[in-house]
Nanobody, 120 residues
Framework: QVQLVESGGGLVQPGGSLRLSCAAS????????MGWYRQAPGKQRELVAR??????????DYTDYVKGRFAISRDNAKHTVDLQMNDLKAEDTAVYYC???????????WGQGTQVTVSS
């Protein structure tokens, strides 16, 4: 069956770094755009970063408040998508979810989420 399993969350101080990883199985990974989303308490889930499906060239885009701090990457051979998060801020605190989507559609598949807490 389809599985997206996130890992790498935790507690980090402001200015610190974390690397999230999502392992996918049960679907044609290279055909899907992959994204990282987050949901803070009391807020809606929002897109953080997205990378197009596997091919000769992939393209990534980011929401404005993480540009220059976060980097998304994918490995189609390993069926993984990572999110490198640097210079973390308190407002980055949220549950982070991995999502798989066809084209620009809403993700069809979701992971269970991993908690990221930025606090001193």
């Amino acid at each position: 069956q389809v599985q997206l399993v996130e890992s790498g969350g935790g507690l980090v101080q402001p200015g610190g770094s974390l690397r999230l990883s999502c392992a996918a199985s049960g679907f044609t990974f290279s055909a899907y755009a992959m994204g990282w989303y987050r949901q803070a308490p009391g807020k809606q889930r929002e897109l953080v970063a997205r990378i197009t499906n596997g091919g000769t060239t992939t393209y990534a885009d980011y929401t404005d408040y993480v540009k220059g701090r976060f980097a998304i990457s994918r490995d189609n051979a390993k069926h993984t998508v990572d999110l490198q998060m640097n210079d973390l801020k308190a407002e980055d605190t949220a549950v982070y979810y991995c999502g798989a989507a066809l084209g620009n559609m809403t993700p069809r598949y979701w992971g269970q989420g991993t908690q990221v807490t930025v606090s001193s």
